[in-house]
């Protein structure tokens, strides 16, 4: 368009200078440049649009910077299903039906989302953490995913301990307010698993899948066995 633009006026100034005459040059200029500043403006709003969609996608999963991240380069990030090596936790409430069942519903509402509201801070604005999802009163999440981690075994692993810290504060302020103590376990793995957009044509979720995933799980239910707050499979703790 430039290039155009140059020898249009050029032109003009020749013919000018050695034939005197002078031609209209609005119509041609403005043929030249007004595809272009379209071009501009429509690649403008698509990417616009591009890290307004990333954002929207990731903003209920991980925490404010991160989307930003993924935002200033969302060509590079997807909801595509991969495989790769992350780190996965499990935490869930000891004697929930007991818990459940001293309260009203309202107060039990209260009770929970205190809590649930604590441990995801704990995980994503702390620990920067994907938070997978919620089961009931447990609680999913996974470092690695969408942002490539090399760290994320530690990360892990750091949040497991800050959520037993949180969990004990979190339990006296509700003792405080005459509602049940609240005590957690936790369970934590890496290795490789599948990440992505998974679902049904009904309803759908970034999310972790693999046996990596279900030793985590399993992990997490046999800390009150062992009678600790936190267990990590063998491939975390060489990691991490």
């Known amino acids: 368009a430039g290039c155009c633009a140059v020898l249009l006026v050029v032109g003009q100034g020749a013919l000018l200078a050695h034939h005197g005459l002078l031609l209209p040059l609005a119509a041609p200029l403005l043929a030249v440049f007004l595809p272009t500043a379209l071009q501009v403006a429509w690649g403008y709003a698509v990417e616009s649009r591009s890290r307004r969609q990333m954002a929207t996608l990731f903003a209920s999963y ?21 495989e790769r090596e992350l780190t996965v936790l499990f935490a869930d409430v000891r004697g929930f039906t007991t818990v459940s069942e001293s309260l009203s519903p309202q107060a039990l509402a209260d009770w929970i989302n205190e809590y649930l509201t604590a441990m ?118 060489q990691a991490a």
Not at 62 to 71: K, S, T, Y
């Open 62 to 82: 991980v925490p404010p910077e991160i989307v930003q991240r993924l935002a200033e380069n969302p060509g590079a990030y997807s909801m595509k299903p991969l």
């Open 120 to 237: 995801s801070l704990v995980i994503r604005e702390q620990h920067h953490g994907t938070l997978d999802k919620y089961i009931g009163d447990a609680v999913m999440a996974f470092w690695g995913a969408p942002l490539e981690d090399a760290a994320h075994a530690e990360r892990a692993v750091c949040a497991a301990l800050a959520m037993q810290r949180t969990a004990r504060e979190l339990s006296a302020a509700f003792v405080a307010k005459g509602w049940p103590p609240v005590a957690i376990g936790v369970g934590v793995n890496s290795g490789l698993m599948r990440v992505g957009d998974m679902g049904s044509q009904l309803r759908r979720a970034y999310t972790v899948m693999g046996d990596a995933v279900n030793l985590s799980s399993r992990l997490e239910s046999i800390t009150k066995v062992y009678g600790v707050g936190v267990l990590v499979g063998d491939a975390t703790r």
